[in-house]
């Protein structure tokens, strides 16, 4: 009885979803952890990850609409500046070839007073 009580056996879904012409967004949350999923429409395949704010996932940090082609969020530098301030102790050419040239410009830039920012992004093919 415990186990039901407490969430673990049972999947809760909010019922928002959103869809790109290629792919399916929906979240759901068990025993009080909240999971995002991305479900390919052509191959069938599916992606499944715990909720995690920061900077990575950092397109899947709050998923609030689509286009066409891909799923719109946003993001708040707070609650990236801590999990990146390690970074400035760590070659460039490093996290470059790790994180992507684009991606680790972003995260050296950002401060925690800066406005949140808002994400598209685009899955590529599974």
């Known amino acids: 009885m415990r186990?039901?009580?407490?969430?673990t056996k049972f999947l809760f879904m909010n019922g928002d979803f959103y869809l790109t012409k290629d792919y399916l967004h929906f979240s759901y949350s068990r025993a009080h952890r909240?999971?995002?999923?991305?479900?390919?429409?052509s191959?069938?395949?599916l992606i499944s990850?715990?909720?995690?704010?920061?900077?990575?996932?950092?397109?899947?940090?709050n998923i609030i609409g689509s286009t066409e082609d891909a799923f719109i969020g946003y993001?708040?530098?707070?609650m990236?500046?801590?999990?990146?301030?390690?970074?400035?102790?760590?070659?460039?050419?490093s996290l470059v070839k790790q994180f992507g040239r684009a991606r680790t410009d972003l995260g050296l830039s950002m401060q925690k007073e800066d406005n949140p920012i808002i994400t598209f992004f685009y899955p590529k093919q599974f």
């Open 34 to 41: 909240k999971f995002d999923c991305i479900y390919s429409l």
């Open 3 to 7: 186990k039901a009580q407490d969430g």
């Open 43 to 45: 191959t069938g395949k």
């Open 80 to 93: 990236v500046t801590n999990d990146v301030a390690g970074w400035k102790n760590l070659p460039y050419d």
């Open 49 to 61: 990850f715990g909720k995690r704010y920061g900077f990575f996932p950092l397109f899947f940090a």
């Open 75 to 78: 993001m708040f530098p707070i």
